[in-house]
């Protein structure tokens, strides 16, 4: 493994190992957050976001919130536990079950997006500023497709 630098890595080890630190410190951020006002993390929020634009096949949901579908099956339950979110048989296929939001979900996620957004701006730019990775969130924020 090539090192260039103390704690550095060279190439495309160094970009991946910048989005593991940034992923991880605005991830762990805004769970904080996120928990403290709203009782939610960042990963069930977002899948509570994705749920707002209507109902989706559990897979749909899975691979629209980067997770197994094991994962969101486990995460879905907890918001249902919470009353957040429920989940039904499809109509042409009982085997096939989808996830909605309740209204307690709709209004969560209205009330907790202004946090989201919020710490998500401050939390990007602190990370702009620190020397681990201010390069990739520069790189992130020049791409007019990251817009």
Same mark, same amino acid.
Do not use: C
């Given at each position: 493994?090539? @090192? ?18 940034? @992923? ?11 928990? *403290? *006002?709203?009782? +939610? /993390?960042?990963?069930?929020? /977002?899948?509570?976001? +994705? ?13 629209? @919130? ?20 429920? *989940? /039904? ?5 009982? *085997? ?34 620190? $020397?681990? /990775? ?9 791409? $007019?497709?990251?817009?």
């Amino acid at each position: 493994m090539a @090192v260039s630098g103390r704690g550095r890595l060279g190439g495309q080890q160094e970009l991946w190992r910048q989005l593991l630190l940034l @992923v991880n410190g605005v991830g762990s951020t805004l769970d904080k957050k996120l928990q *403290r *006002r709203h009782g +939610i /993390t960042s990963s069930e929020f /977002t899948t509570l976001s +994705i749920l707002a634009g209507g109902a989706l096949r559990m897979q749909e949901l899975a691979d629209s @919130v980067g997770l197994s579908q094991s994962t969101m099956s486990r995460m879905v339950s907890r918001l249902e536990s919470a009353g957040l979110a429920a *989940r /039904t048989a499809g109509e042409d296929d009982r *085997r096939v079950m989808f996830a909605h939001l309740t209204e307690d979900g709709r209004k969560l996620v209205s009330g907790a997006q202004g946090t989201f957004t919020r710490e998500l701006e401050l939390a990007l730019e602190a990370a702009a500023y620190e $020397p681990a /990775t201010a390069s990739l969130v520069n790189r992130l924020r020049r791409d $007019p497709m990251a817009r």
